[in-house]
């Protein structure tokens, strides 16, 4: 203790400094001066740590608001809005799914239309658009489309078509369906004794419900801003999970293997980390993140991990079997994985509208479900994020599990993978393109340094196909599915490429259009918030009721999955 005396007359000796100059500063000060300064300061220092921690970061609210300034000067701003006009016109009006649209049915009829009337108008509407999925001609979006699956569905949706898990004690066999989806569905990603989930209506909301259960986890554990660490390749739902649960998102970069950058992770996580994030795969390139390297980050720092198997998650539980096996695992066999979330209605193959949300614990589940005790109609209580659920696509899902069974998705398994390596191997003899990372499951992505890869897109879109495009890097994919594998289309998608490819080279200096030219624009433009305005009117289209005053095409569409 005596070692420590110099240090405590030196600590003194600052001490009696400090007071003395803040003694000299207030000497001639009022007491209600004196006050009034304190709690201005204190204030002043309240609003500025409010101001400096936000969810958004100071850099980026800086960014926006000076974008915001910029667009109210008077020459500046008219110039950027004639803009924004020219680009919110040609969205407008060159929206495929508007094109040929000449009315609109904007009122009840008076009479209620007979059934035959119905199912000839709804046969007319279900022919509607150019693009013909049944051709295997389009990414993604429908995985099986199998007729004999299609008059199975139909015949389960009708005997459930009015029931509601919402009612256990009215349904007790939805109940049942309901449990035993989720129970298999762990059982497939070796979840334990303990593992349990729910099913929900999709992806996203698989996404929210463990976003949100981590939140609330994190609320307890004394986080008050919680901080999620994503990829930037990772889901879209994760922004949106973060905009409405007030989680601050924090991007992880890739590595240029479009691996998430596992170091920047670990540089990323602090105090108020309240979950991590990888993708097996995910949706732009289908890489599989590292999940064994970022779990053991997860254990280290006791926070919940979550793997979003959303897109190919019935896939990969099947790949060991099929002959294909993934080189690293990726699910509750992962010591740190707490959560899994997968899609049914994809690769699973039922109807669209179903998808599961795993946990390898039920105190996690815990903090998903919603209970209002204190409601006048009754104690509240809801799993997700919807009360009533349509029973009719629980029991599909179920059927379709059931039907197809696990010698069934292995054989799709096989034939889907055997599929995506043929065309992989023979895109990858094409000197203009190359294949981003080293895609292990369905996705194949596509990029090059000789043209603007968005002309190929076009060039496809002509002959029919129907691909994703995709932006940071500038890139196109095809997400390989059952109607891929049926004879010829693969090699038919190579020929097309290789032929538009060709007629590309011709006049490497001709400018590309369509959607393509627009999300070339969309990249190059630094205010964010300009790109999600042109956005909100693709989004408002999708509502539209007035006839289009322009007959223009757009080639492709914003997104599929």
């Given at each position: 203790m005596d070692a420590l005396i110099p240090y405590k007359e030196i600590l003194q000796m600052y001490w009696e400094k400090a007071t003395g100059f803040v003694n000299a500063q207030c000497d001639g000060l009022e007491p209600w001066q004196l006050i009034g300064l304190t709690l201005s300061s204190t204030l002043i220092g309240v609003w500025l740590h409010g101001f400096l921690f936000q969810s958004e970061s100071l850099a980026s609210r800086t960014?926006?608001?000076?974008?915001?300034?910029?667009r109210k000067m008077p020459f500046v701003g008219a110039i950027i809005q004639k803009k924004i006009d020219e680009a919110?016109?040609?969205?407008?009006?060159?929206?495929?799914?508007?094109?040929?649209?000449?009315?609109?049915?904007?009122?009840?009829?008076?009479?209620?239309?007979?059934?035959?009337?119905?199912?000839?108008?709804?046969?007319?509407?279900?022919?509607?658009?150019?693009?013909?999925?049944?051709?295997?001609?389009?990414?993604?979006?429908?995985?099986?489309?199998?007729?004999?699956?299609?008059?199975?569905?139909?015949?389960?949706?009708?005997?459930?078509a009015w029931s509601n898990p919402?009612?256990?004690?009215?349904?007790?066999?939805?109940?049942?369906?309901e449990a035993e989806v989720v129970r298999v569905a762990c059982t497939l990603f070796n979840g334990g004794p303990n593992s349990c989930g729910a099913m929900t209506s999709g992806g996203t909301e698989s996404i929210l419900m463990a976003c949100k259960a981590y939140r609330d986890l994190a609320y307890e554990r004394g986080i008050k801003q919680p901080e999620m660490l994503v990829p930037v390749s990772a889901h879209a739902a994760f922004d949106k999970a973060a905009h409405y649960f007030g989680l601050k998102l924090i991007h992880i970069p890739l590595t240029k293997a479009m691996e998430v950058d596992v170091q920047a992770m670990r540089r990323a996580i602090s105090k108020n980390t309240a979950m991590l994030v990888c993708s097996a795969p995910q949706f732009p390139h289908g890489i599989m993140d590292p999940i064994e390297e970022v779990a053991e980050l997860a254990v280290k720092y006791k926070i919940p991990f979550h793997v979003d198997a959303c897109l190919g998650g019935f896939l990969i539980a099947f790949m060991d079997k099929a002959g294909f096996p993934l080189k690293h695992p990726f699910d509750f066999r992962v010591k740190g994985v707490t959560s899994i979330s997968a899609d049914t209605h994809k690769y699973g193959y039922a109807p669209k509208g179903s998808s599961v949300v795993l946990y390898s614990d039920k105190k996690y589940r815990s903090y998903q479900f919603f209970?209002?005790?204190?409601?006048?109609?009754?104690?509240?209580?809801?799993?997700?994020?919807?009360?009533?659920?349509?029973?009719?696509?629980?029991?599909?899902?179920?059927?379709?599990?059931?039907?197809?069974?696990?010698?069934?998705?292995?054989?799709?398994?096989?034939r889907i993978i055997k599929t995506a390596r043929f065309i992989e191997s023979e895109l990858r003899k094409i000197d203009s393109i190359f294949i981003l990372g080293k895609p292990e499951v369905s996705v194949l992505s596509i990029g090059s340094d000789t043209f603007d890869i968005y002309r190929l897109s076009n060039f496809l879109a002509a002959k029919g196909w129907n691909l994703n495009v995709l932006q940071f890097?500038?890139?196109?994919?095809?997400?390989?599915?059952?109607?891929?594998?049926?004879?010829?289309?693969?090699?038919?998608?190579?020929?097309?490429?290789?032929?538009?490819?060709?007629?590309?080279?011709?006049?490497?200096?001709?400018?590309?259009?369509?959607?393509?030219?627009?999300?070339?624009?969309?990249?190059?433009?630094?205010?964010?918030?300009?790109?999600?305005?042109?956005?909100?009117?693709?989004?408002?289209?999708?509502?539209?009721?007035?006839?289009p005053c322009s007959e223009k095409h757009m080639n492709g569409s914003p997104r599929h999955h």
């Open positions: 960014k926006k608001q000076f974008f915001k300034l910029l919110l016109n040609d969205v407008t009006s060159s929206l495929s799914f508007l094109k040929d649209e000449k009315d609109y049915i904007k009122a009840l009829p008076e009479q209620g239309m007979s059934q035959p009337e119905v199912l000839k108008k709804m046969k007319e509407y279900s022919s509607k658009g150019d693009v013909r999925w049944q051709d295997g001609k389009v990414s993604g979006t429908v995985y099986s489309g199998e007729e004999k699956l299609t008059h199975l569905l139909v015949k389960v949706y009708e005997e459930f919402l009612h256990p004690d009215i349904f007790p066999g939805l109940r049942k369906m209970i209002a005790p204190d409601w006048q109609g009754g104690i509240y209580a809801s799993p997700s994020v919807a009360g009533s659920r349509p029973g009719g696509i629980i029991a599909a899902c179920w059927a379709t599990l059931m039907h197809i069974g696990e010698s069934g998705y292995v054989e799709a398994t096989k890097p500038s890139s196109i994919h095809l997400c390989i599915t059952q109607l891929h594998t049926k004879p010829g289309v693969a090699e038919q998608f190579l020929k097309d490429v290789k032929d538009s490819i060709e007629d590309i080279m011709k006049d490497l200096s001709a400018k590309t259009t369509g959607m393509g030219a627009i999300y070339g624009m969309a990249q190059s433009v630094p205010d964010r918030s300009l790109v999600a305005e042109i956005s909100q009117a693709y989004l408002d289209g999708l509502y539209s009721t007035d006839v």
